[in-house]
């Protein structure tokens, strides 16, 4: 009877073992791909290793839209959105003979190779958050760096009731990268200010946010301009550094900051109205797409050049319903 207990209580190890095995796998599934019983495809994005919430809330769309096509989602992390890494990441994709590759965009002779390459192999390309107009025939997912630039200079001019002297702060990880999409916001800007005369901007400033020169040029510009009292952030990361700096130099509510992107620094600071507002992508919505055009390419069917995501802008007014959309989002 003893031995009869023994061999029971065994058998139950073993079947909880092998049910505990089966749900935990599919529950908690490696990061960075979406784990598919025999997916119908495999296709490849290309992103940033980054702390950004644009990141990832990105590549959750990505694997939502993977999980319900049946199509198994690669990310292949690079350090930073450099012309040459983006271009060899896209060749070894295509060596490596994925069914379908997105990535971003950032430099016209590079891409151009890498999509010579792709379209002879037969593997669909896709471009998202891009602004490199000269690829027409290239599907693109995302919004529009100049729409998101005149959203900013939108907002300047609401906050500051179209009066101001304003100062424009431009991300720029790599020296020789190309600036078209930072380009175009800061155009973007500039048209939307030519609404406000009496807003005056003194400088653009580019700024390394890799080497901490965010917090450095807004020192710099409460010493050297104190007329200033408009700062524009044209990035995510700079966003939050200005505001701490305003913060640290009990300089807050002097000078109005108008920010980009939705780190979770970004809202609370728009909630102690350090920051008026910001404008941001609707990154879930950016990676979702992508792999749901992606989708459609590989089933042969014909899509728009162009899938405008839209831009969210968020003040201390509809914060919480942003918060609550998002939020939304991660249960979904």
């Known amino acids: 009877m003893k ?5 029971l209580s065994v058998v139950f190890v073993l079947l909880f073992a ?36 644009f990141w990832s809330t990105f590549k959750r769309g990505a694997l939502d839209a993977g999980k319900e096509e049946n199509i198994y989602v690669e990310f292949a992390d690079i350090s930073a959105k450099d012309p040459e890494l983006i271009a060899e990441t896209a060749e070894q994709a295509v060596y490596s003979a994925v069914d379908g590759l997105a990535l971003q965009a950032a430099d016209e002779e590079r891409t151009a190779n890498v999509l010579l390459m792709a379209e002879k192999a037969q593997i669909p390309v896709l471009t998202f958050e891009s602004d490199l107009f000269p690829t027409t025939d290239v599907p693109t997912a995302g919004s529009n760096s100049y729409d998101a630039g005149y959203s900013l200079g939108q907002m300047a001019i609401q906050a500051c009731g179209g009066r101001a002297t304003a100062a424009i702060l431009v991300e720029s990880v ?5 600036s078209s999409s930072r380009n175009l916001k800061v155009q973007g800007i500039m048209d939307a200010l030519s609404d ?11 700024v390394d ?11 710099q510009i409460l010493e050297e301009r104190p007329e200033v009292d408009l700062i524009l952030c044209t990035g995510e990361t700079s966003t ?25 620094q970004t809202l609370d600071y728009i909630e102690r109205g350090v920051i008026y507002g910001s404008v941001c992508p609707d990154a ?28 969210y802008t968020v003040t201390k007014e509809n914060l919480e319903q942003f918060r609550k959309e998002t939020a939304q989002q991660n249960l979904d």
């Open 174 to 178: 790599l020296e020789n990268a190309p």
């Open 196 to 206: 406000a005369p009496q807003i005056e901007v003194t400088q653009v400033y580019p």
């Open 284 to 311: 879930y919505q950016i990676g979702y797409q992508s792999v749901k055009q992606l989708c459609r390419m590989l089933d042969g069917e014909t899509v728009s050049n162009s899938s405008n995501t839209g831009m």
């Open 209 to 219: 946010v890799e080497r901490f020169e965010v917090e450095k040029c807004t020192s």
């Open 3 to 7: 031995y009869f207990f023994a061999v």
């Open 18 to 53: 092998m049910v505990g095995y089966t749900y935990f796998s599919g529950e908690y599934a490696p990061e960075g791909s979406a784990v598919l019983t025999e997916p119908r495809a495999h296709v490849q994005l290309i992103t940033q290793n980054s702390n950004e919430h």
């Open 240 to 264: 939050p550094g200005v505001a701490q700096v305003l913060v640290d130099a009990n300089r807050v509510g002097d000078i109005c900051v108008i920010g980009y992107g939705a780190m979770p």
